[in-house]
């Protein structure tokens, strides 16, 4: 795990997390004549990872209060760190909005410094760079969602930098 899997979240870590569970609970569940344990554990497991960050995802967030959603997408895929997760990129006019497993973050178009794909063997990831050290550097999406985000962000960038230059060149009046 070394590596690939800094999070403590991470689907690798959680599998192992469910097994020791399972190891651990199920004596006590046949002392108690229940047989079932191991169905109920697994049950329970697919619900934290499955399902639980879909419902949490969908739900809107601190960030979406205020603001209008200019495009939703949703995607299975991998996001710096976490693998075959559930990632829902939310874009404002301000910035985007990247959600991942029980994880938010928000990131606005002023602090971003670039974006690029990055084409692999067998997905293509978005790069983001930023300022901002706590935000994943990478996610992949479908081809089609992740060239039209790419060319979305990078003429957000560019608006921003041409506007915050043409305030800088009137200066004060």
Not at 19 to 26: E, Q
Request: charged share 25%; aromatic share 8%.
């Amino acid at each position: 795990m070394g590596n690939r899997c800094k999070l403590r979240h991470c689907p690798d870590v959680v599998n192992v997390r469910g097994a020791l569970a399972g190891v651990l609970l199920g004596p006590f569940l046949e002392q108690k004549n229940f047989k079932q344990g191991g169905g109920i554990i697994l049950l329970v497991i697919i619900l934290v990872i499955v399902v639980g960050p879909l419902i949490y995802n969908n739900r809107i967030s601190r960030f979406e209060r205020k603001r209008i959603p200019l495009k939703i997408i949703d995607h299975f895929g991998i996001i710096q760190g976490l693998r075959r997760v559930f990632i829902r990129l939310i874009l404002y006019d301000e910035g985007i909005e990247i959600r991942a497993f029980y994880h938010r973050y928000y990131i606005p178009f002023e602090v971003i410094d670039g974006v690029s794909i990055e084409r692999m063997l067998f997905c293509n990831r978005i790069n983001i760079k930023t300022i901002i050290a706590s935000v994943p550097r990478f996610l992949t999406l479908p081809d089609k969602q992740l060239s039209d985000l790419t060319s979305i962000i990078q003429n957000k960038i560019r608006y921003n930098k041409a506007n915050s230059a043409d305030a800088k060149s009137r200066g004060p009046d």
